[in-house]
């Protein structure tokens, strides 16, 4: 059974920084892309980053620059660095993994396309 589990969401300040974690057992997590999206309220599920299993990564307009994805095979965890964070990035971080693709941004997370999420976390910023 596949479970992702993240962790460190919180609040923090505008300016400050948050990185986030996601640990999953239950498949072959070194040859799976992974990546992160968020859900603001009112806003729609966004894509915000994605590893590929060789390493590759991408970024969504709304976090380049500011945003950092890395994983760690060895850990099976995948993370978002989150610096220079602003209120608007206020919203829940959901991890996922194995996507058939990488949509930019539908209704509502977690949607069906992809089968594995994590729970999310709460990511609140404060001006």
């Known amino acids: 059974e596949v479970h992702l589990v993240e962790s460190g969401g919180g609040s923090v300040q505008a300016g400050g920084s948050r990185r986030l974690s996601c640990t999953a057992s239950?498949?072959?997590?070194?040859?799976?892309?992974l990546g992160w999206y968020r859900q603001a309220p009112g806003n729609e599920c966004e894509l915000v980053s994605t590893i590929s299993s060789d390493g590759s990564t991408y970024y969504a307009y709304s976090g380049k620059g500011r945003f950092t994805i890395s994983r760690d095979n060895a850990k099976n965890t995948v993370y978002l660095q989150m610096n220079s964070l602003k209120p608007e990035d206020t919203a829940v971080y959901y991890c996922?993994?194995?996507?058939?693709?990488?949509?930019?941004?539908?209704?509502?997370?977690?949607?069906?396309?992809?089968?594995?999420w994590g729970q999310g976390t709460q990511v609140t910023v404060s001006s």
């Open positions: 239950g498949f072959s997590f070194d040859e799976t892309d």
């Open positions: 996922v993994a194995d996507p058939p693709e990488w949509l930019r941004s539908v209704g509502s997370c977690p949607f069906v396309t992809i089968r594995y």
